[in-house]
């Protein structure tokens, strides 16, 4: 769309979290890289007619691994954000435990202006908590977030000890901003590669227990109780530290939390479909179908606030190694909006202006972005999704780097089928478009 041209999206289901809309009856008018009111637009250069589609405002995939810079066989910021758009998603937080880890406003700024320069996706900056996340040393919260850090994690590490977490979570509160932990007792999850329990034991595989994850959520949780400081658990997967989270929000402490859309999907059942292929092999490990059941209730009863990929492509070489040796993690940026369709929103969960309030509204808050959703003047973000399209997962077909997911093969319903970021069009069904550079704010 040139300059000065008028867009208008006419006939979509418009399910905008941001506004709390669901309507059918609402066109989407677009100039300038941003949504104007009919009454600014009068006559459209451009017609996109979008009936039988949903248009959903701004996705955001708070929980990605990018691998830049340092590690760039694996993803780069480039690839990984044309995995993004590949997938519907307008703005992701990276992750910060790349070669080396962001844990200066330098690197921080690097990141920003490398998803700027790629300019398919907003890539906003995740700092860490410690230095070179190493657990030893508070990292340079204040100028990393002057910087433009949406918030700070370690993942990949756990926080271990109590007292640095004590003291993160009290020094971010001041920014204020959150900090994200990948909880995991590492005394008790040394050396485990799988879910501690049936399936490990029949592979002959090293378990982690579930209460490897829960006791060092509770330990956050109380700790975030008793500094005031905002905390959001990444990928959750096992019950006690749901109720974690539960308590957490009866005593109105600042916890946000996060599941995945492999947690949800895939019980440990899947270890002995595939066997000792480290497809399977995820930090924290797909539990068994009473977890993946508690998880869905949870999700569902409000508790979670956000569903993230935990997007941490591999290269095929890594993956091919033997299951212990193997990296954990999987590619799920292409996938994770038709997981959440079919996970959430096709058996009746949850309704779709809850279920993609998940990817919406809820990593806006805990990022501390303040989107206002498709009213006049707001960047036009948004993604068109075929509800009905039913695909099987070809991870051959991914944009990213990592082709590994335990989700290929399988039959998924609902599928991203344009994207927009900023007025620009990043993906046409299914095809990325290079658009170059947009306006970050
Ligand atoms: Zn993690």
Not at 223 to 250: C, D, F, P
């Amino acid at each position: 769309m040139g300059n000065g041209g008028v867009m208008v999206v006419r006939g979509a289901r418009v399910i905008d979290p941001y506004r709390q809309i669901d309507s059918r009856d609402e066109d989407v008018w677009i100039a300038d890289g941003h949504i104007v009111s009919p009454a600014q637009a009068v006559s459209p250069s451009v017609v996109v007619n979008a009936s039988h589609l949903w248009l959903v405002p701004r996705l955001i995939d708070m929980h990605v691994h990018f691998r830049e810079p340092g590690q760039t066989w694996k993803e780069t910021i480039a690839t990984g954000s044309r995995a993004a758009a590949h997938g519907g998603i307008v703005a992701v937080a990276a992750m910060p435990n790349t070669e080396p880890v962001v844990d200066t406003p330098e690197l921080v700024e690097w990141v920003q202006h490398r998803g700027q320069a790629v300019g398919l996706v907003r890539v906003l900056p995740l700092g860490a908590i410690t230095v070179g996340s190493r657990g030893e040393e508070l990292a340079d919260l204040y100028r990393m977030h002057q910087a433009g850090a949406v918030g700070f994690s370690d993942d990949g590490n756990p926080v271990s000890s109590a007292a640095m977490m004590r003291a993160a979570l009290s020094y971010a509160r001041t920014l204020p901003a959150a900090v994200i932990n990948h909880a995991q007792e590492r005394s008790l999850s040394e050396g485990g590669v799988v879910h501690e329990g049936r399936c490990a034991h029949r592979l002959g595989l090293a378990g982690m227990p579930e209460v490897a994850e829960s006791s060092m959520v509770w330990r956050d949780v109380l700790l975030a109780g008793l500094t005031g400081g905002r905390l959001h658990e990444a990928h959750l997967s096992t019950m006690a530290s749901v109720e974690a989270i539960g308590y957490a929000k009866q005593h109105h402490y600042r916890v946000t939390a996060e599941v995945t859309p492999h947690h949800l999907l895939l019980n440990e059942e899947v270890l002995l479909q595939w066997g000792y292929d480290p497809v399977t092999k995820v930090n924290p490990p797909i539990r068994p179908e009473a977890t993946r059941q508690a998880l869905l209730k949870a999700v569902q009863s409000g508790l979670i606030d956000v569903l993230a990929s935990d997007h941490a492509p591999h290269h095929d070489d890594d993956k091919a190694k033997p299951y212990p040796e193997a990296p954990f993690g999987i590619s799920g940026l292409e996938t994770i909006v038709a997981a959440l369709m079919t996970a959430l929103v096709q058996p009746g969960c949850m309704s779709p202006l809850e279920a993609f309030g998940l990817m919406t509204t809820g990593p806006d808050r805990v990022l501390g972005l303040g989107f206002p959703g498709l009213r006049a003047g707001a960047l036009a973000d948004l993604t068109l999704i075929d509800p009905q399209k039913v695909w099987t997962v070809d991870p051959d077909r991914f944009y990213s780097l990592g082709h590994n997911t335990p989700l290929a093969g399988m039959q998924l319903r609902g599928q991203a089928l344009a994207t927009m970021v900023g007025g620009q069009w990043t993906m046409q069904e299914g095809e990325v478009l290079d658009a170059g550079l947009f306006a970050v704010s």
